[in-house]
């Protein structure tokens, strides 16, 4: 009785106890779109992740880059010649013509990173998206701005014996009835004579995947 | 009287078939587990798995078969490992496989090969190939598949 009249007393209470009720409903609806939180895990890039999808992943980025460059320097014409052939080997003549969105440069950077520390001087790789700060270097040089290096000038900058090309294609298919989506995915790669264009290498990997594909690419 | 006899006395019935099911339980994880080698695969050592493949999954072995492994030299001169694996199932199959090279004093003369899938139709059998990158010469290989 007393504990009754107590609380009739305290008009701030009927306020609060609704305030109460309001945050423990806001705390479930947000416990159910997050239910126990998503921890950050560090994921081998090699192998399939917690987000996956149809698209171009990092496991088929490792995976295509690996089986090209051992192609690459299994090809005598490559990788045996007299004299180390120069090759050019990024994104200019690489298109991404798939519905997949994937930036060209991850997969030619990778090939050139992966053939330059297993080449050992087997392939000479000709860096041309620099040749505009090699232009630069030598016009300072040459006007005596700088001296000359401790590598001394040369006549000309490295002209290049082969260029990668290529294109990422794809074929896709969605049920419409579930949203089943299915999206084949094939990769050529060609390396290309500069001087006559004579295709020299040509490599090609594909993969097709299938699924409800809910994972956006960005 | 007799209440206190099964209390105090001999196990149960039901005491008794919990004993023998836990002790068979117990038996079953004792039991040898881990990588199955493949056909032609010597088992145990880590020298042993040379020139050899490996089902890493257990239960690949029931169906997966490596029939045969060998190697050569590309003409560029890296190593060519080339490996017959047999789907023994009426159902399609999926097996990652990667490939390890070593030299003659056995070290890895470079990275692994990065998994690759590949898929094998029912009852069917299929050549794989994976080569080094690099131009040491390899002296042994080892093939995991998963």
């Given at each position: 009785m007393v504990g009754t009249a107590r609380a009739g007393n305290r008009p701030g209470a009927p306020a609060a106890a609704w305030l109460l009720l309001g945050a423990m409903l806001a705390g479930c609806a947000a416990h159910g779109r997050n239910a126990d939180g998503q921890r950050v895990v560090y994921e081998d890039p090699g192998t399939v992740g917690r987000v996956a999808g149809v698209g171009f992943e990092s496991q088929d980025l490792v995976s295509v880059t690996d089986r090209m460059v051992r192609d690459m320097l299994a090809n005598p014409a490559l990788s045996a010649a007299a004299a180390p052939p120069r090759v050019i080997v990024d994104s200019?003549?690489?298109?991404?013509?798939?519905?997949s969105r994937v930036n060209p440069d991850l997969i030619t950077d990778r090939l050139r990173a992966l053939l330059n520390q297993s080449a050992h001087g087997r392939l000479m790789f000709i860096g041309r998206e620099y040749a505009q700060a090699v232009t630069d270097e030598r016009m300072l040089k040459r006007t005596s701005v700088?001296?000359?290096?401790?590598n001394g000038r040369v006549a000309r900058m490295a002209g290049a014996d082969y260029r990668l090309g290529g294109r990422l294609a794809s074929l896709d298919a969605v049920?419409?009835?579930?949203?089943l989506t299915a999206r084949h995915h094939q990769l050529i790669f060609e390396m290309f004579d500069l001087?006559?264009?004579?295709?020299?290498w040509t490599g090609m990997y594909e993969f097709k995947k299938s699924g409800q594909d809910d994972v956006i690419y960005r | 009287m007799s209440s206190t006899a099964d209390r105090t006395g001999g196990p149960t019935l039901t005491a008794r078939v919990l004993g023998v099911v836990l002790c068979g339980l117990s038996l079953a994880a004792c039991a040898p587990r881990g990588p199955i080698p493949a056909a032609g695969a010597e088992e145990g050592t880590e020298a042993g798995r040379r020139n050899a493949a490996v089902l890493i999954a257990p239960d690949l072995a029931d169906f997966i078969l490596v029939e045969r492994s060998g190697m050569q030299n590309t003409a560029a001169g890296t190593a060519l490992v080339s490996f017959v694996v047999q789907n023994a199932s009426g159902e399609p199959q999926q097996v990652e496989s990667r490939v390890h090279f070593f030299d003659a004093d056995d070290n890895e003369v470079e990275s692994p090969s990065a998994w690759q899938r590949t898929h094998l139709s029912p009852n069917s059998f299929a050549t794989l190939v994976e080569r080094s990158m690099t131009a040491q010469p390899v002296a042994s290989y080892f093939i995991e598949i998963r």
């Open positions: 200019q003549y690489f298109r991404n013509e798939s519905s700088t001296d000359d290096g401790a049920q419409g009835s579930s949203g001087e006559t264009g004579v295709i020299v | -």
